[in-house]
């Protein structure tokens, strides 16, 4: 039962360049999230959905675009990255929206 | 706008002692309360979560409580352990539809055996 898993787990790109993370859940899970960690800034919501074809903005949205064709699977790209998305950036997914979240490995993407 | 503080930011303890966690939140119109544990570079593990019915919840050596009109959470830690050394984060949900988590920023604790 592999759960939820992320790729790349490392990323260096350079800036202006296209990055898309990968997250994959194997539990048919109705909500995925992503989420960036800053030290100083804690986890905060980029992008969440509560269902295929449905993505919402969270707290930092911009500079970011998600998608959601398949249950199992919501990409998360950077258009055009640039130096302050260098960060480590989490996928989480939940059976329903109140329940408990379940969080990939992480992604650590550097921008040049 | 809902403010998720955690202190103190570090905590050391020696092993086997009982300690206390807080998490405090300036607005009481919460869904329910998680707590979570991150180990360095590794994702989040739910520890416990509560529903903003209910005043406490208990996993094992875990018990985590919840005052929703003080804006208050605790993370108990009996008997700690080297093995709890970890970084605690809890986290508040404002809506049952969206999901949406609003994170303090973690309590790094280190159990020096």
């Known amino acids: 039962d592999a759960g939820i898993t992320q790729s790349p787990r490392y990323k260096i790109t350079e800036t202006g360049r296209q990055v898309t993370l990968m997250c994959h859940q194997t539990?048919?899970?109705?909500?995925m999230f992503w989420y960036r960690q800053d030290l100083g800034h804690g986890l905060r919501l980029i992008y969440y959905?509560?269902?295929?074809?449905?993505?919402d903005k969270g707290e930092v949205p911009d500079g970011y675009v998600v998608s959601r064709s398949k249950t199992e699977n919501f990409p998360l790209t950077l258009e055009s990255a640039t130096r302050s998305q260098t960060s480590v950036y989490f996928c989480?997914?939940?059976?329903?929206?109140?329940?408990?979240?379940?969080f990939g490995p992480g992604t650590r993407l550097l921008v040049l | 706008k809902q403010e998720v503080t955690q202190i103190p930011a570090a905590l050391s303890v020696p092993e086997g002692e009982n300690l206390v966690l807080n998490c405090s939140f300036t607005?009481?119109?919460?869904?329910?309360l998680q707590w979570f544990r991150q180990d360095p570079g590794k994702g989040l593990t739910s520890l416990l979560l509560?529903?903003?019915?209910?005043r406490e919840q208990t996993s094992g050596r875990l018990n985590a409580s919840l005052d929703k009109s003080s804006g208050r959470s605790t993370l108990y830690i009996a008997a700690s352990q080297p093995g709890d050394s970890a970084t605690y984060l809890c986290?508040?949900?404002?809506?049952?539809?969206?999901?949406?988590?609003?994170f303090g920023q973690g309590t790094t604790l280190q159990v020096k055996p």
């Open positions: 989480a997914s939940s059976l329903r929206g109140v329940e408990t979240q379940y």
């Open positions: 986290a508040v949900s404002l809506s049952s539809n969206t999901g949406k988590l609003i």
């Open positions: 509560i529903q903003s019915s209910q």
């Open positions: 607005d009481s119109a919460i869904y329910n």
């Open positions: 959905s509560a269902a295929a074809d449905i993505t």
């Open positions: 539990w048919s899970h109705s909500y």
